[in-house]
């Protein structure tokens, strides 16, 4: 059984209020200056994909927003705020699966998927992140369809994961060793229908090789993309391992090393008393029913697992050297692999001071977590968002010219240094104005619209 509709409830119910009760300190407005005017321009005009990116539904999970709330960036907001509560609600049910009765084990995964991202300052750049948190989503959602497949044994939830699992890795090609994973996590179970599970993990597979033919097929032809001439490749294999050690660390080393200052806010008492009445709800089952250590470690191994599954795309590029964007995807397993540490070490008590332990170092990491990001939204309000200059010169040129013809081009000289690319300037003019209207930034780095000035015989004074 997967639990009582009440537990399932309360369970879903705490996760999505600790979510939101981190996300209401995000600001909608934190833009990092260069690529939301792009996402928001052409995620209005119903584009799905990037060519250049090889990646041809990688603003499926922007479209919404930009539909139901067109130029409403509070509406990137309210999607990102729901995809990660989803995800952290279907991370919970993964744990039911993986430890069957294991509530308070379940109950902390969901919740540590939500609130565990203590570095990963883009993660509250919300119009850039809204795609990545929708793709985790929906690889989540697959590889819960796929357990859910294998035990129900419904063909049809199969076939319905291997679309989702389909459509993820057309949207980010980061999804696909996590998708891989996905039969490991029946664990044992293949040995009760082996021919079954050979058959179905094949047809995964198949589903998976084609998602990544269609997006890895042009870099490995030497076509030019996004990938390797804006973030490069280095597949070497101990460059690779350390580097994912690294992401990893930056993962767990702030439970130790974080700012004890960063807790004295209003926010912290707000989401971990969310955690706290969660539990107490949802309370997980009579010690003497306590899910065998096995099923503990399992999903010890498979949270594991999906880290460095998900940090391992990522730690093929050598551009990747802080966790801006990495501890989102990977934001499952490792919330997988804390509850199921936090649930091992509170069986070292005895029976009656488990449930104390586990509430107590839940809170913890639901605390600094949550200091974490409250702290980083400080950052970007003080230094890091630069919508505020960028806003006041789309103001300042609506006022001058509140229309442009087809066939303009405005020439920025910005002395702030708040548009640093072109192709920034460019989209956002073309949000406001509409096709024909090109911008350009005089000293703005001309990535994907390069473009020179020549001054003409014609055109130079006597």
Known sequence: MMGSRRAVLSMALTIGAVAVLQQVWVSPANFGGADEWLL???SSRGILGVPYANRPLVLLCQAPPARLMSGDLRGFW???????????????????????????????????TVAWAPLDYLRLDTVLICGYAGFTLAAVGALVLFVEAWHRRR????????????????GVESVLPLLAVAPILVGDGWRRDPRRFGQWTLAWMAVLAAGAGLML???????????????????????VGERVLQLVWMQIGPLVTSAPRELAVAAVPLAVLA???????APGPHPDR??????IAFVLAAGVLLTLSAHSTLALTPAIRT??????????????????MIVAIARVAVPRWRPVVAAALGAWFVAVGTGRVVAMQAEWDRSRSLYPA???TLSALTRVAPGLAPGSLVLLLDESGSWPMTFTFRHALRYLYGDGVVGVVRDGADFLYPWRARVSPSSRGP
């Open 275 to 281: 955690l706290l009445a969660g539990l107490r709800l």
């Open 323 to 340: 966790p801006a964007r990495t501890q989102i995807l990977s934001a499952p397993g490792f919330g997988l692999a804390l509850a199921a």
């Open 217 to 239: 097929g042009p870099l490995l032809l030497g076509w030019p993309s996004y990938q390797t001439e804006a973030l490069g490749v280095d597949p070497h294999p101990l460059r």
């Open 290 to 295: 306590e899910p065998p250590r096995r099923a």
């Open 155 to 170: 063909f049809a939830l199969l076939a319905a994961g291997m679309a989702l699992a389909l459509a993820a890795t057309l």
């Open 78 to 112: 309210l999607f990102t705020t729901l995809y990660f509560a989803s995800t952290g609600a279907l991370t919970s049910w993964l744990a039911l699966r993986l430890a069957p009765g294991a509530r308070t084990l379940a109950l902390l995964a969901g919740v540590a």
């Open 390 to 392: 960028q806003a006041a």
């Open 40 to 42: 928001l321009d052409l």
